[in-house]
């Protein structure tokens, strides 16, 4: 009797061309943060301060990011939780005497906590009329904010924030803002990473089928929303550290456009899509504001490019710039790639995230 064995084939180590080294989280993170720590040095103190405000708007961005591109909602309200996390650093300073480190501590509670509240009603409706009502929660908070001015001062705002004498300097500052958002992005991808994020993009590809599996789909879009609108207030904080005040604008719904648009130039389909946005946003608005006049032109110029010819973003552009230059498959999404569903087999109505 005669046995016969099957060859094995030996894997190859050899790294895959398909995802440049620099583009893998790992090595993308690190770099990030090396740029990060560094770039203070290398500017004037000017410099810094744009610095400053990018860390914010990825924070805020990708936060937002958790309805948006994980859980397929579109909501106007955003900016509300920003600005409660920025007056919960100003209001508990000047009411109750605390220290914006404290206050700091409280804003993604009490934006969390608002978040929750305001979401049961939202959540009420789906798609466009979702929209319209975090729409009508977020402009409802921003007149609150607006006209209760024996409280919050109405629309001179707080200004002129006393902050611990060790942030003091511009350096300090920026390296505490760092912290807080290095702290807060890790753990938003802890998030996104875990089962609860992988459930939140099930229901984001087809709602209904998420239901019929037996996922509480209510209760997961309400804890995407209230998670979403915590770090919204944990931005909200940083920003009244930065500018040390808040003002009603804050809460205005066009301040809700801010991390859409950072997220679009990014890409919403991946999570360092936000703070990709980020850099680029903060730094285009800062060199165009100081050279021309018309802001929104440019940034309208952007969204149309971007929206035409690279609907993924900035990230997935880069992705299938290389796989083309290496020959690698293209990335996920990719309309070349062979398990893309407008090649294959018609996609879903709900496919590709925004309801």
Avoid: C
């Avoid at 939140?200 to 995407?224: C, P, S, T």
């Amino acid at each position: 009797m005669s046995t016969t064995t099957t060859p094995t084939r030996r894997r190859s180590r050899r790294p895959s061309l398909a995802t440049p080294d620099w583009m893998r989280p790992r090595t993308g993170w690190t770099a990030a943060a090396v740029i990060a720590v560094a770039a203070p040095w290398l500017v004037d103190e000017r410099q810094v301060f744009v610095l400053m405000m990018v860390l914010i708007l990825a924070v805020f961005a990708t936060s937002y990011n958790i309805l948006l591109g994980n859980t397929g909602m579109v909501s106007f309200a955003h900016a509300s939780y920003y600005g409660v996390g920025a007056y919960a650093v100003t209001l508990s300073a000047l009411h109750l005497g605390w220290s914006p480190l404290l206050g700091m501590a409280l804003a993604p509670v009490a934006a969390g906590a608002l978040g929750y509240l305001t979401g049961l009603v939202a959540l009420r409706a789906t798609r466009l009329y979702f929209a319209l009502l975090t729409l009508a929660i977020g402009q409802l908070m921003y007149v609150v904010m607006f006209q209760w001015r024996t409280f919050t001062r109405g629309d001179d705002g707080i200004h002129g924030l006393r902050l611990p004498d060790v942030l003091g300097p511009t350096l300090n500052r920026y390296y505490f803002l760092l912290l807080l958002a290095a702290l807060a992005i890790a753990i938003m991808g802890v998030a996104m990473r875990s089962p609860f994020g992988a459930t939140l993009r099930a229901i984001r590809e087809n709602r209904d089928r998420a239901g019929f599996l037996g996922i509480k789909v209510k209760r997961y879009e309400l804890a995407a929303f209230t998670l979403g609108s915590a770090f919204a207030g944990w931005a909200g904080g940083m920003y009244a550290i930065f500018d040390r005040g808040s003002f009603p604008l804050l809460l205005h719904w066009t301040t809700s456009a801010e991390p859409i648009f950072v997220t679009l130039i990014g890409g919403m389909n991946s999570f360092a899509g936000p703070v990709v946005g980020a850099v680029i946003f903060g730094l285009l608005r800062d060199y165009v504001t100081r050279n021309f006049v018309y802001w929104g032109v440019v940034l309208g110029l952007v969204l149309l490019t971007l929206i035409l010819f690279l609907p993924g973003g900035t990230v997935e552009g880069l992705k299938r710039l290389w796989a083309r230059f290496t020959g690698g498959p293209p990335p996920e999404g990719d309309p070349a790639a062979p398990d893309h569903p407008g090649v294959d087999e018609p996609a879903p109505a709900s496919r590709g995230g925004v309801r």
